[in-house]
């Protein structure tokens, strides 16, 4: 059984910022490339950033320069810290991954977690 698990998400003003976490647990064998997503009301999940093992990145056009992923593999966890938080940041965001588990050491899976909210009021 594997968990990811996010956390971090609050209300905060504009300017402000915020750290989010995504653990994974469980029957890991491995952890490939990792991604936060984001959902705001009445629109369509998007990606916000994403990282390979090995640290390479990219981002969102409208999150770059403001937002920074990160991870630590020894933690199985990912990070996303968020700066000068806009009011259109605000959303449900969700971390995944694509991991290989101890049953199947071959292969890859995506998993979710359930998402954390981030409210960035005016």
């Known amino acids: 059984q594997v968990q990811l698990v996010e956390s971090g998400g609050d209300l905060v003003q504009a300017g402000g910022s915020l750290r989010l976490s995504c653990a994974a647990s469980g029957s890991i064998f491995s952890i490939n490339a990792m991604r936060w997503y984001r959902q705001a009301p009445g629109k369509q999940r998007e990606l916000v950033a994403a990282?390979?093992?090995?640290?390479?990145?990219n981002y969102a056009d409208s999150v770059k320069g403001r937002f920074t992923i990160s991870r630590d593999n020894a933690k199985n966890t990912m990070y996303l810290q968020m700066n000068s938080l806009k009011p259109e940041d605000t959303a449900v965001y969700y971390c995944n991954a694509d991991l290989r588990t101890l049953r199947s050491q071959v292969q890859w899976f995506r998993y979710w977690g359930q998402g954390t909210q981030v409210t960035v009021s005016s």
């Open positions: 990282i390979t093992t090995d640290g390479n990145t």
